[in-house]
């Protein structure tokens, strides 16, 4: 049977026929979802039919860690991501997907590969496909890249999470949130390692904070809609592949850094949902463990970090593995100014050049943005 939990917060029950988690919302800024692995391992008794011919999706870039949240801190970026098309193919095997065509911005045509088997986009819509029980339909897939690869902002991520969304969506939607970040788990898992602080938000949208993995069990956390929070995003001319970035983190850490860091993410958490920047920013700056392994792999980072402070930034910290630099304040204009100090930052300390963004929370996540009826 079918185990899902959640806090008093929201009501949740389960569709016996289906093993998906049904919940009705209540007001609050904390929302939790806990299911195992069982739930995704068991197919829908009655394989469902595809609802359109064709579907595309987009999920969104995310700041993983956030400063002293590794690996089970994260958010989504708006206005940035990748799209996946899909569509019904009676050229492919009945109960298989293939990769049509991949492109976007940077190498990424050249360097992903269309095997689906060894792309992330391609993991993650098979896991969605074996979660619904679908073998009588071919699908073909095609990957419009947002993202720029090993740039620290959920690249492999937002493509996991637009297939997943894709795939359910193609077939009516019959999946669970938490049945689609496991589907995306399994690609983050083959791509760089098994960490929802990525795929979670990207799929969730918001704010995130993964409390187990064994159970899966993530809590979605409320910014207050009437605060403005703007991320300035500095992506530099430098490639940063997380398995890299993630050899460099000590295998022990002291006591005293252990207990600093857990005080930094439970500040942070509370500034996410009092919509305190001051404090957000504060926490994010405040990583005594694995910032400070990664920052001189990225040149010129401690320059830049200063660089923002300076500039009236609330806080700045690595963005996932990096080398992205992400800065938070509350005004637009004022994060235009930061992310110009942080560029001639990149170019003066790292001699680098640097791209900037300045972008809202994306509060939605990954979503169907048109489709095809049949």
């Not at 619904?132 to 996991?160: F, N, T």
């Not at 637009?332 to 963004?357: H, P, S, T, Y």
Request: neutral net charge; proline residues 5%; aromatic residues 6%.
């Amino acid at each position: 049977m079918a185990i899902c939990n959640q806090s008093h917060f929201k009501s949740i029950s389960i569709d016996p026929t289906t093993n998906i988690c049904r919940t009705s919302s209540s007001i609050s800024r904390i929302n939790t979802f806990r299911c195992n692995s069982s739930v995704a391992s068991k197919t829908l008794k009655t394989e469902p039919e595809p609802v359109f011919t064709s579907v595309k999706s987009f999920a969104p870039a995310t700041v993983a860690n956030l400063g002293p949240g590794f690996d089970f801190l994260g958010c989504a970026v708006d206005g940035i991501g990748d799209f996946v098309s899909l569509r019904v193919d009676p050229d492919v095997h009945p109960g298989e997907i293939s990769i049509s065509d991949i492109n976007g911005v940077g190498n990424s045509a050249k360097k992903l590969n269309k095997n689906p088997l060894w792309n992330c986009a391609g993991i993650a819509a098979i896991s969605v496909m074996k979660m619904l029980g679908i073998k009588s339909v071919g699908l073909s897939l095609s990957l419009e890249k947002g993202l720029p690869l090993g740039s620290g902002l959920g690249s492999s991520a937002a493509s996991a999470a637009a297939a997943a969304v894709a795939v359910n969506e193609m077939f009516g939607g019959k999946l669970s949130v938490s049945n689609l970040v496991l589907a995306g788990l399994d690609s983050e898992a083959k791509v760089s390692g098994y960490h929802a602080d990525n795929v979670a938000p990207a799929i969730m949208g918001g704010f995130v904070l993964i409390r187990s993995y064994d159970p899966l069990d993530i809590i979605q956390l409320k910014f207050p809609i009437e605060k403005e929070l703007f991320f300035v995003l500095v992506t530099p001319e430098f490639e940063a592949p997380t398995k890299k970035m993630r050899a460099a983190l000590p295998s022990e850490i002291g006591m005293s850094d252990h207990v600093w860091n857990c005080s930094q993410a439970g500040a942070l958490v509370a500034s996410v949902l009092q919509g305190d920047l001051r404090g957000l920013g504060k926490a994010m700056s405040s990583d005594k463990i694995v910032e400070p392994r990664r920052a001189p792999l990225i040149p010129g980072m401690e320059g830049v970090k200063r660089a923002a402070i300076e500039a009236g930034a609330f806080g700045c910290t690595i963005s996932g593995a990096g080398p992205t630099v992400v800065a938070v304040t509350d005004d637009d204009g004022r994060g235009r100014e930061i992310g110009e100090q942080m560029v001639e930052a990149f170019l003066k300390e790292g001699n680098l050049k640097a791209l900037v963004m300045v972008r809202r929370l994306d509060g939605v996540g990954a979503r169907l943005v048109s489709s095809s009826p049949r």
